[in-house]
């Protein structure tokens, strides 16, 4: 009888103690074109293999969103500690006075881009774009910021080619297919997917400098109310990148599925990424490349997605980042 209502009063003391102090309030995050472009990838890692977990974030979802715009309004209207977004369309937003920080470097290169014809096409070099159709997505887009970067390697200027607005990379394809465009300026996943059907005149990374991709944010009321979870999330995002690195075909089979990708297609834009690492790995850690973040500003400015000066001392903050990232490139 004693030892039954100690057994009583023990549970009794139990449940106290967890009404008292409750679970720690999972999270989501949201991440620009999530389970669509590259740039995402490694948060399926880290959501598969309990990265974030390990690190004490309880992420429990990835917001997906379609552009840089979206992604910082679902992060400040859905009261969210941690977003991955554009460079251009962080900067926009905090220039128009959100409250946001970059607190990592997540993307350091546009190394998924390629430009890319018909295998029939007359078009063999970059020199045999002059006065060609070239596709882009949208208007103030990366892909037009590069189309005009890349003419500008072969000393052309914009207005040397025709430039179109398609609206989307897959259009791209059906685009280049119809005749509309000659060349279609493509991103992997997409890429990989139509790489068979397709001939690459020029890549990326054979020819553009580092230019930042995307940042990771934060809000002004996360940093002071969650930096735990947001340094947690930086660590697991970062385990991500090393396990991609080390494990690509591990790392594929995981993105095919969150992705909806064939098997060959994740382990191709897998492989096309983790390849290159010059003159920085695509995929970063978090460490921060100022200049290339400059140049993607500079390369933005000339399609009218930015104006004005930025001083990256008032929107950086690398105290989210581990001690040995915290030094710039």
């Given at each position: ?14 449940a106290?103690?967890?009404?008292a102090s ?13 389970g ?6 490694p ?15 309880d ?11 979206t ?19 962080t ?5 128009q006075?959100?409250?946001l ?21 007359p ?39 025709e430039l ?21 300026t ?5 890429w990989s ?13 054979d ?18 109310a ?8 930086i660590r ?8 991609m690195?080390?494990n ?13 990708l ?23 850690e ?14 933005q ?29």
């Open positions: 009888m004693v030892e039954r209502m100690r057994c009583f009063i023990l549970t009794l003391c139990m106290a103690i967890f009404a409750p679970p720690a309030r999972a999270e989501q995050i949201v991440v620009s074109n999530y669509v472009a590259a740039n995402g990838m948060y399926a890692i880290a959501m598969a293999k309990g990265f974030f977990k390990q690190q004490g974030a992420v429990t979802g990835v917001i997906s969103s379609s552009g840089g715009g992604t910082v309004r679902n992060l400040l209207g859905g009261d969210l500690a941690f977003g991955e977004v554009d460079l251009a369309g900067v926009a937003a905090i220039q006075g959100a409250d920080k970059i607190v990592s470097d997540d993307v350091l290169t546009v190394g998924e881009f390629v430009w890319a014809v018909k295998p029939d096409s078009i063999k070099t970059l020199k045999d774009f002059r006065d060609r159709k070239i596709g882009y997505t949208n208007p103030r887009s990366t892909s037009q910021a590069l189309d005009v970067l890349l003419l500008g390697t072969a000393s052309m200027a914009p207005t040397d080619a179109v607005k398609v609206g989307g990379f897959g259009e791209q394809i059906v685009a280049l297919n119809l005749g509309a465009i000659d060349v279609a493509l991103a992997d996943p997409v997917k139509n790489s068979d059907k397709l001939r690459t005149i020029v890549r990326a990374t020819v553009l400098p580092a230019l930042c991709n995307v940042v990771g944010v934060t809000t002004g009321k996360a940093a002071a969650k930096p735990d979870f947001v340094r947690a999330v697991g995002r970062r385990a991500a990148v090393a396990f690195y080390s690509p075909d591990d790392a594929a089979a995981i993105v095919a599925e969150t992705y909806q064939d098997l060959k297609v994740a382990r191709e834009a897998i492989g096309n990424l983790t390849a290159s690492r010059a003159p920085r790995p695509y995929w970063g978090g460490r921060f490349d100022v200049e290339g973040m400059n140049r993607m500003l500079e390369a400015k000339v399609v009218g997605a930015l104006s004005g000066d930025v001083d990256w001392s008032k929107i950086i903050d690398r105290s989210f980042l581990p001690d040995d990232l915290k030094a710039d490139y």
